[in-house]
């Protein structure tokens, strides 16, 4: 091989111009398949806006949304290591591949005929061309792979700027989609009723009581007769969906940071995150209490009550029966920008996770552990 094209090698391995076809690895398809599911999304949220059962099919595109923007966080997360690892190899190999195009730039600066000669006379220079001829494969070989890393970067980085896009569209889309939701389910008519306390009856009855317990009580003695060929909650245990995306932060029983234990478990959740019903309930009560913010409580028959505290938005009202998937509400909190999203996705933490579901399950009077009822789920 001629001394022009190793040095044309070892430049390529510094100086190619990235190639966006390159297939990027398991990381890049991750995120690639993930963007691409957001996106599919983001124009499902638009089309919803006008479907003729508007509920649930904003409640079914908001749900994609957000399961979409979670499995984008982890490919970007997972892109953002690759990334890494990448930067290191090639940064360790730099310094040698420097070192050779100086001694390739040397040998096109040197005479023709002075590069034919050797000190030991024509057998050396018989073994030096046959050295050469030898790791030269090897030098195309180590060239090639340090290109393609190269080109593995820029589509990596290609992929984050177009996710950047594709949430910055998200994010203003989603928003409108929750306002056209809680329209919708204000606007709706056809949910039946049932008789239960007046909405003055419960704030009375919220007024006067010091604990969460003290409301689930009275409500669990005020029991609903369960309704003609429903579905049994007790057989449930087990298969219940989550009612918001999230990640336990504390079980059932475990303290707080001020020592206090709770029987119902703390889910940790994204800000403006929709919260829907595990199952088909009737509304017992909804709307602010004491200091867990704005509470739900379903009555999904068996003699149990659900309660879903720390909401922002709760949607219905006492009496309405709703339907498994339902919207009841939305988590509080500022919706990151685009930008603070992959801030968080790139470094792998939870703090994007701001908000808190307190999530209690009671047959009767008496708690459950509500963990032994919803699915087992990554998250």
């Not at 919803?48 to 399961?67: F, M, N, P």
């Not at 220079?125 to 790791?135: G, W, Y």
């Not at 245990?237 to 999230?246: A, D, K, Q, T, Y």
């Not at 800000?271 to 739900?296: E, H, K, Q, S, W």
Request: no cysteine; glycine share 8%; proline share 6%.
């Amino acid at each position: 091989m001629k001394r022009s094209t190793a040095a044309a090698w070892a430049a390529a391995a510094l100086l190619a111009v990235p190639a966006f076809g390159q297939d990027g690895g398991d990381a890049a398809a991750t995120a690639r398949e993930a963007s691409a599911a957001l996106a599919a999304s983001v124009e499902a949220l638009t089309a919803a806006q006008s479907a003729r059962d508007r509920v649930a099919a904003l409640t079914e595109t908001i749900r994609a949304y957000e399961a979409g923007q979670s499995a984008l966080r982890e490919g970007l997360r997972r892109v953002t290591i690759r990334e890494a690892e990448i930067q290191a190899r090639f940064d360790a190999k730099s310094d040698r591949v420097a070192r050779l195009l100086g001694v390739l730039a040397t040998m096109e600066r040197a005479p023709e005929p002075l590069l034919l000669l050797h000190p030991s006379g024509a057998l050396g220079t018989a073994r030096s061309a046959m050295l050469v001829s030898d790791i030269t494969p090897a030098l195309q070989a180590e060239a090639e792979t340090l290109r393609h890393e190269l080109e593995e970067i820029a589509l990596l980085k290609a992929l984050q700027e177009g996710a950047g896009e594709t949430l910055d569209e998200g994010v203003r889309t989603v928003q409108a989609a929750r306002l056209a939701l809680s329209q919708a389910v204000s606007d709706r008519v056809d949910l039946p009723k049932r008789i239960t306390e007046s909405p003055e009856e419960l704030a009375a009855i919220a007024a006067g009581i010091d604990t969460l317990d003290a409301l689930a009580d009275i409500l669990a003695d005020r029991q609903l007769q369960p309704e003609a060929g429903t579905l049994s909650f007790a057989d449930a245990r087990g298969s219940l969906p989550w009612p918001v995306l999230g990640t336990v932060l504390r079980a059932a029983g475990e303290p707080d940071a001020a020592g206090i234990a709770r029987p119902g478990l703390l889910l940790a959740t994204r800000p403006r995150a929709l919260v829907t019903a595990p199952f088909a309930a009737t509304i017992r009560y909804l709307g602010p209490l004491l200091d867990y913010g704005n509470v739900i409580i379903l009555e999904p028959g068996d003699g149990y009550l659900m309660v879903l505290a720390g909401l922002d938005q709760v949607y219905g009202e006492p009496g309405l029966v709703i339907e498994a998937g339902a919207p009841v509400g939305l988590m509080g909190g500022n919706e990151p920008a685009a930008k603070e999203f992959l801030t968080a996705a790139k470094e792998g933490g939870g703090a994007e996770r701001t908000e808190t579901l307190y999530i209690e399950i009671r047959e009767g009077s008496e708690p459950e552990d509500p963990a032994v009822w919803f699915a087992n789920t990554r998250e």
